[in-house]
């Protein structure tokens, strides 16, 4: 697993693994990361469905509730074929353009 940290956002990377094994080893990295963005960098999957997305939906819950942002990117699922809870992106610039978003929403109390 590698953790690229950029400011508060830590940039999660894995590579030549299941997505079983990036959730495991996700969960286990999660205490190191737990007060940063997250951004999980999703490319080196091929073959990835809404419902392999949705994997990711508990501790995107947990992540959020502690007002930080946590974006998936990819460009095999859409957003619009996984619930609003998620958030998805196509590229790593517009996880980072949505984490500035809701920075700000999170400032302005929206």
Same mark, same amino acid.
């Given at each position: 697993?590698?953790?690229?940290?950029?400011?508060?956002?830590?940039v999660v990377l894995q590579e030549n693994t299941s997505l079983n094994s990036f959730l495991s080893n996700l969960n286990e990295a999660y205490p190191k990361i737990k007060n940063d963005h997250i951004v999980l960098n999703?490319? #080196? @999957?091929s073959k990835l469905t809404p419902d392999h997305v949705l994997?990711?939906?508990e501790i995107s819950d947990t992540h959020r509730k502690s007002k930080k #942002? @946590?974006?998936l990117v990819t460009d095999k699922?859409?957003?619009e074929e996984v619930p609003?809870?998620?958030c998805v992106v196509p590229t790593l610039q517009?996880?980072?353009?949505?984490?500035e978003m809701e920075e700000i929403e999170r400032d302005l109390e929206l």
């Open positions: 697993m590698i953790l690229t940290k950029e400011g508060n956002t830590t999703l490319f #080196s @999957f994997e990711f939906l #942002s @946590f974006v699922v859409s957003y609003d809870k998620i517009e996880a980072m353009d949505i984490i």
